[in-house]
Structure formats: structure tokens, C-alpha cells
């Protein structure tokens, strides 16, 4: 079956450096998504990874490890506005987005 | 600001009964999705389609059907609602089928009570 792993809750200081890991298993891999969501709010498009690498975009960044299965989600000087979930995607064989449940990230001032 | 509209926000629904989700984009699109979203459970595709008049089933398509009869539209029905379809239900849109860095974009989501 296909499978995306993510910590369920994770916990931050503001101003701090947090690591959001994913795992993954799925049959074909077409590039892997990063999105945040706001409680209550739809889905909004963080980050985009096809090639093993790090992508850079401002307080963000995502690495990605195709031979691992594995991708993270960098977020420097922490804002309170950070917090959400941030739900880790990756497009399989079919060109299909399959989702993992999210990470919900807590920023305590 | 252009994007994806979605109708009803919430609706509360008799067991039984039938609804359609309403889901209009205007970014001309070329792909329509739909996804329900559950507490502890990832983002699971209900239907898609890749261009107007065509469809397909994703990962949880029974008891919801599609239609595509244009680019901007893509309305959701349920034939006979049940509980277990209480849910978060979100429509998106992206340019291409899945293909390329172009992400989906999603609409605010409507809020399905079944009882």
C-alpha cells in the first residue's frame, strides 16, 4: 500500500528553527508537495520537490532524498502566524496526490 | 480574487437524503478534484477529472458521483447520504493534470453533517 508518515504534533518557540519530517512509500514517485493549513482553512501550496536537493524560499525550505523516501520542511524565525498543520503530499505513478494526515505545529511565544 | 468557490459552507443533512457540493473555478483550469478531510486521516481523493467531459474515481468514490461538463464546474453529489460521509469536503483545481511543479489549488471547503 502507499504510506505518508508524519509527526502528528510538534511543539516550537517563536523566533526558533523547526524540522518537519516525511516519510514515504508509494508506488511511483512524480515529486512531493509541501502545504500549510490554518485551522478551519483550505490547503495552501508551500513548496514543491522532484530532484534530491534542498528549495529554498524565504523563512522556508524543503529537502527532499528520493533513494530514502524521505523529505522535510525547514522553518526559521518562527512567527506565531506558523502555526498550523503542514501536510506532506506526494504524486505517485498515477499523477495522483497522496496526502499525509499533517503535522500540527504548535509556536509557543 | 479569482480561484475556487465552493457551496455550501456547512450544510447539516438527514441520513437519506441527497446533496450536491457545488465547486466553480475561474483560473481555466484543466484538472478538478474533490477530497474529503478527516481528523487523523491525510487529505483522500473522492473524484477527479483531467479535462472537461472526462472523469475518474480516486481513493473513496462510493456513494459520490462527478460530473464535468465544463472547464469551471465540478459539482459533487450524494445519492443517498450516510454518516459515515460526515466529513470536510474540499474541491480543488491545477493546470495540468498532475503534471509538472503546478500545484492544486483549493477552495475554502464545505462543513457536511450527516445525521
Known amino acids: 500500500g502507499q504510506n505518508i508518515d508524519q509527526p502528528t504534533e510538534m511543539t516550537a518557540t517563536e523566533g526558533a528553527i523547526v524540522q518537519i519530517n516525511c516519510t514515504y512509500q508509494?508506488?511511483?514517485?512524480?515529486?512531493l508537495f509541501w502545504y500549510q493549513q490554518h485551522a478551519g482553512e483550505a490547503p495552501t501550496f508551500l513548496s514543491y520537490n522532484v530532484l534530491d536537493g534542498l528549495e529554498e524560499k524565504g523563512r522556508f525550505s524543503s529537502f527532499l532524498s528520493r533513494s530514502k523516501g524521505y523529505s522535510y520542511l525547514l522553518l526559521k524565525e518562527l512567527q506565531m502566524k506558523d502555526s498550523a498543520s503542514y501536510l506532506c503530499?506526494?504524486?505517485?505513478?498515477?499523477?495522483?496526490?497522496?496526502w499525509g494526515a499533517g503535522t500540527k505545529l504548535i509556536i509557543k511565544p | 480574487t479569482a480561484g475556487i468557490t465552493q457551496a455550501p459552507t456547512s450544510q447539516i443533512l438527514a441520513a437519506g437524503r441527497s446533496m450536491t457540493l457545488r465547486c466553480t473555478q475561474d483560473?481555466?483550469?484543466?484538472?478538478m478534484y474533490w477530497y474529503r478531510q478527516d481528523l487523523g486521516l491525510g487529505l483522500r481523493l473522492i473524484h477527479y477529472s483531467n479535462t472537461a467531459g472526462t472523469t475518474g474515481k480516486g481513493e473513496v468514490p462510493d456513494g459520490y458521483s462527478v460530473s464535468r461538463a465544463n472547464t469551471d464546474d465540478f459539482p459533487l453529489t450524494l445519492a443517498s447520504a450516510v454518516p459515515s460521509q460526515t466529513s470536510v469536503y474540499f474541491c480543488?483545481?491545477?493546470?495540468?493534470?498532475?503534471?509538472?511543479?503546478?500545484?492544486?489549488?483549493f477552495g475554502d471547503g464545505t462543513r457536511l453533517s450527516i445525521l
Open positions: 483560473m481555466r483550469h484543466n484538472a
Open positions: 503530499a506526494v504524486r505517485d505513478s498515477n499523477y495522483q496526490l497522496i
Open positions: 508509494t508506488s511511483g514517485f512524480n515529486g
Open positions: 480543488a483545481s491545477s493546470p495540468l493534470g498532475g503534471q509538472g511543479d503546478q500545484p492544486q489549488h
